[in-house]
């Protein structure tokens, strides 16, 4: 009996089928979140990128006297809303300049929500601009 069980171990032991295969099985998680972290965080660049265009625009035009403060806002959450995310948004004008502010979060922007530890983190874009006189 001893013999047959040091022969089992001596021929698993230098048996290497399905050593790769485990090793993948291990790698993959890494690999899946990393894939799906790099997805959130170009997400949250590209949405961050989209509320300084739209936040720049907005100023521009309002402060060339082309549309009110309300029709600012809505203009602003309009064009920055993207797959149902609306960000906050703001038009605040005063004597001499337009501020524009939109907010989103970086928990609802994020596609796979990898980044669920960011919950309540701003993506943000503020942008002033002189108002022109009339």
Known sequence: ??????KLIKRTRHNEDGGVSVEFMLWVPVFVALMTG?????TIFAYK???????RDTARQVARHAMSASEAEAYAREMATYSGVEPDTEVEITANDVTVRLIGYADT???FGIFKVLQGTEISAEVTYALEPI
């Open 38 to 42: 790099a997805v959130d965080v170009g």
């Open 1 to 6: 009996m001893r013999s047959n069980f040091s």
């Open 109 to 111: 922007i994020a596609s």
């Open 49 to 55: 990128t989209n509320y300084w265009g739209v936040a």
